[in-house]
């Protein structure tokens, strides 16, 4: 420690006016709220009085702006993608650069917020759930950093999706626990943290890696993620000497959606688009788009738009994209679509993937798949609004970790270099446009009046 | 000791006061409704009944049980699956009033609040249901439902856990009606070997806060021996996992009949 008194950054996120909402006890509108165990309720509440107290604490704040600049490699760049642009309309389009961020996603942001509450409040082990396994190597990270005790949850099936992030986790000293309950997914995995943590809570802090699950974990992960959009629309009037007309973003959870729009819901002009995952087609039953394709209802400790059936069960979402693959989504979205603020949108697997291949093809970033699916709402959107519009796209993680899914979707398994034949695999695979290749701006399948 | 009429009407009350007055607790019997199949837990159901449950909490299946272990997870999947809805759970509730006990709902919320809030109150007052017990629903978040079950006249349990504190003690137990179910161990449903102090102390808290409505203890109790620990303090016992246990080993009605004899000796042992 220093003699000098830490002082907090004066463009801090966290002390930043936040949304009129939630409400005191974590309601946003109809949604959100605490439908928990009473046995948890202590431990939440003692969460919310100590986060409330460290976001302003200029200690801390001075300790999570370090770690932001020296660990993670913020700000992220603004890059703006004319090559992949020109399948869009001829809108121009920004990317928010969260795949560079060290661990390369946007889970990071939250994670060291919610690692430095759990030294804060005296606790030595912390758990997370994980479904594409980014926010459980981000909570490794986190933990491996303050020498905290790691354990991860992730469904059985996501283990084998992404048998990469479960051999990070394990080389960063965390635990990773396969769970073989219901669907053996992301939503398997909540329910196995919260069994845990109801157990051990006097031992272990949650840390929930997205805006979903009970007071006060949505309010207070979209304050950690708020950074995105507070930087990115900073970036956007200092390049641009305006703002972006439109602010798109992917949305399982949805917390690098909330954590980009933030900053622009009081833009009123500035349209705000979450593309969730369509699966198969949301016509089809097969998908996770909890907004578009679901109803109220409660689950993991909040009401939100998730997916049910007539008896209140949840339904088991579809995606290829396994951080996506989740049948809720955070209650900060849902009252944002009921208010009008910000609408949704579902993106099919084979138009991300299509996205995915086309930013690979024409600007060399290898996007998540989840972040595809902004991707390919942009190239929708440009064309709606054409040539002048400026679009603004959270690519909330790098594709390193779908490199098997993307070369067995394409069947690039046999290739050895990128030839004429490639392009020819990838349209023979599941989503693509037989005869014609990538690259070229009238190939896209990605059509207007298409349902994204 | 006088009978406890905290709350005229409740049938829940009642009977754990009926319990009290022979001076011993009651013994409240759960299972879920769908395991094996509706047919055969409602058989099971009615057979805790004769063998001395005074009480039978019917489940309602749910996908995401956040608060139960291995065993209940396991027969409440199949349940699932099966697509067993509150139809079945109203058709049990009517079996176990038949057979004499008191019938009361034991659901996560989602399922409730997806068949109308309302409508389930009504539909489960007609079935000859006494209330329901809510796990996942605390009184902050329950104004629907507080009254809901008033204008039907049905009672509603809310629990209450070792960490919970003073103020919270006090509020949910006023919410409160038909009983209060003490969380004894923090943790998921399942059976332990020990059933602890901080059951009987979480008892004591709760009865500290003023309000006569009974504690009834949960989450760990297995057998006779079990039951008569907890009954030495609780007004009443309940056994969740062990009745499950008998069905996943394929002990069927027998073997729920039996457990039931055996905990509802245990109840009455001094």
Redesign the interface.
């Known amino acids: 420690m220093t003699t000098t008194a830490p002082v907090p950054p004066p463009d801090a996120s966290l002390l930043r006016p936040r949304p009129e909402w939630p409400d005191a006890?974590g309601h946003f509108g109809r949604f959100g709220?605490?439908?928990?165990?009473?046995?948890?309720?202590?431990?939440l509440d003692d969460l919310t009085e100590a986060y409330e107290a460290m976001r302003v604490d200029p200690v801390f704040l001075a300790e999570f702006e370090r770690l932001h600049r020296d660990y993670t490699g913020r700000p992220s760049p603004i890059t703006e993608v004319p090559r992949f642009a020109e399948h869009c309309g001829g809108a121009r389009v920004l990317l928010k650069r969260e795949d560079l961020n060290h661990t390369g996603s946007h889970k990071i942001n939250n994670v060291l917020g919610q690692a430095l509450l759990t030294q804060r409040i005296g606790k030595k082990r912390v758990i997370a759930e994980t479904g594409a396994g980014q926010h459980g190597v981000a909570t490794a990270t986190a933990a491996a950093l303050l020498g905290l005790e790691c354990v991860v949850y992730m469904g059985e099936e996501d283990t084998r999706r992404q048998a990469l992030n479960v051999a990070r986790m394990r080389l960063l000293g965390a635990e990773v626990v396969p769970v073989t309950?219901?669907s053996r997914t992301l939503?398997?995995a909540i329910?196995e943290a919260?069994?845990d943590w109801?157990?051990n809570?006097?031992t272990t802090n949650y840390v929930f890696g997205t805006v979903a699950g009970p007071h006060p974990f949505p309010a207070m992960v979209r304050d950690f993620q708020r950074v995105i959009g507070d930087e990115a629309r900073a970036q956007v009037l200092q390049r641009e000497g305006r703002l972006p007309d439109a602010v798109l973003a992917c949305v399982g959870g949805g917390s690098n959606a909330i954590g980009i729009f933030t900053a622009f819901v009081p833009d009123e002009g500035v349209r705000l688009v979450g593309l969730e995952a369509g699966g198969d087609g949301v016509e089809t039953g097969r998908h996770a788009s909890s907004i578009t394709g679901g109803e109220p209802?409660?689950?993991?400790?909040a009401r939100s738009y998730l997916l049910?059936d007539?008896?209140?069960?949840?339904v088991e979402s579809h995606s290829i994209s396994a951080g996506l693959d989740y049948p809720g989504v955070g209650p900060e979205h849902s009252y944002l679509n009921d208010i009008g603020r910000a609408e949704y949108r579902p993106v099919t697997d084979s138009q991300a993937m299509e996205a995915f291949a086309l930013l690979c093809r024409t600007e060399g970033i290898i996007p998540a798949i989840e972040s595809a699916h902004a991707l390919a709402g942009a190239v929708t959107l440009g064309r709606e609004l054409g040539p002048d519009a400026l679009l603004l796209v959270n690519l909330s993680g790098r594709g390193d970790k779908d490199v098997e899914t993307a070369s067995a979707w394409f069947a690039l398994g046999e290739q050895t270099a990128p030839t004429d034949e490639d392009d020819r695999a990838v349209e023979a695979g599941r989503g693509g446009d037989p005869g014609a290749p990538l690259g070229d701006a009238d190939a896209t399948t990605v059509q207007d009046g298409d349902a994204l | 000791m006088t009978v406890p009429p905290s709350h005229p009407g409740s049938a829940l009350a009642d009977r754990i006061g009926a319990a009290r007055a022979e001076g011993r607790s009651a013994l409240i019997a759960y299972l879920p409704v769908g395991y094996p199949d509706v047919p055969a837990s409602i058989e099971a159901m009615v057979a805790a009944v004769e063998g001395g449950a005074d009480v039978v909490e019917i489940g309602v299946?749910?996908?995401?049980?956040?608060?139960d272990?291995p065993t209940i997870?396991e027969a409440v999947?199949v349940a699932?699956r099966a697509?067993?809805?509150?139809a079945d759970v109203l058709a049990a509730v009517s079996a176990v009033a038949q057979a004499g006990a008191v019938p009361v709902v034991m659901s996560y919320?989602?399922?409730?609040?997806?068949?109308g809030v309302e409508r389930f109150a009504t539909d489960l007052a007609a079935a000859g249901g006494a209330g329901a017990i809510t796990?996942?629903?605390?009184p902050?978040?329950a104004g629907e439902w507080i009254q809901a079950s008033d204008a039907a006249g049905l009672d509603r349990v809310?629990?209450?856990?070792?960490?919970?504190?003073d103020t919270?003690l006090a509020a949910?137990v006023g919410a409160c009606r038909g009983f209060v179910y003490a969380?004894s161990t923090?943790?998921?449903t399942g059976t332990r070997t020990t059933v602890g102090d901080t059951a009987q102390v979480l008892v004591e808290r709760t009865r500290g806060v003023g309000s006569d409505v009974p504690v009834c203890v949960g989450l760990g109790v297995s057998d006779g021996a079990q039951a008569a620990e907890v009954a030495a303090f609780a007004d009443g016992v309940i056994v969740g996992s062990a009745y499950v246990r008998q069905l996943l080993d394929g002990h069927g009605a027998e073997g729920v009949r039996r457990l039931s004899e055996d905990l509802a000796a245990g109840v009455r042992r001094r």
């Open positions: 006890t709220g605490r439908f928990v165990p009473e046995a948890l309720v202590a431990a309950t219901g939503k398997d329910n919260f069994r109801v157990t809570v006097e209802g409660v689950l993991h400790g049910q007539a008896n209140g069960q949840t | 299946p749910y996908s995401d049980p956040g608060m272990g997870q999947d699932v697509g067993t809805g509150m919320w989602n399922p409730i609040e997806r068949y796990p996942d629903l605390i902050d978040e809310f629990l209450v856990a070792p960490s919970s504190t919270r949910t969380a923090m943790g998921v």
